[in-house]
């Protein structure tokens, strides 16, 4: 976990680990799409000299959106689910429906992650960024690295802990 490196995810119990995830990395996220989307707004005419890179605030708003309906999935559907759960003294589960749907917005979310940076040849420049696109680059590569740790924490400190933890 890159993000999160001195956390020992392993000690949290469900509603902790929920807590955790909706407070501390939801808040994380949000605060850097919303810095991207300033950058992006304040910084129109980044990228623009490229073939591919012109279409970034494009890929970024479709990530960022995929972003925002992960969030909302996870914490309509899930949390709130598994904290019931865990206060009622149940082994947390999840129907095989909810683990594929939360599977595939992931699948979605990352495959867009990649996108973004297969179309920055993965953050390595073959080109001298200006000082706004260097900000940028940065920004985005750090966004990468949050939903990896987001997929991480859902999927194998989360998910994994319910009975029916076949996560496609």
Known sequence: MRGYPLVNFASF???ELCDFIAQRVYADVEDRLDRLQQSFDRYPTAFESEDEEHLLPILFLQLADQCRQ???LETLALFPHMRNQAQAGLTPSISSNTAHQLAQAQK???SQTWRLGLTLNFYVSPR???TEEQILVNDLHLLSCLLQD?????QHHLVART???SFE
Do not use: D, G, K, S
Request: aromatic share 10%.
């Open 13 to 15: 119990n469900t509603i």
């Open 128 to 130: 001298a960024y200006n």
């Open 150 to 154: 987001w997929v991480v924490l859902v």
């Open 108 to 110: 979605i979310m990352l």
């Open 163 to 165: 009975e029916n933890a």
């Open 70 to 72: 992960l969030l909302r």
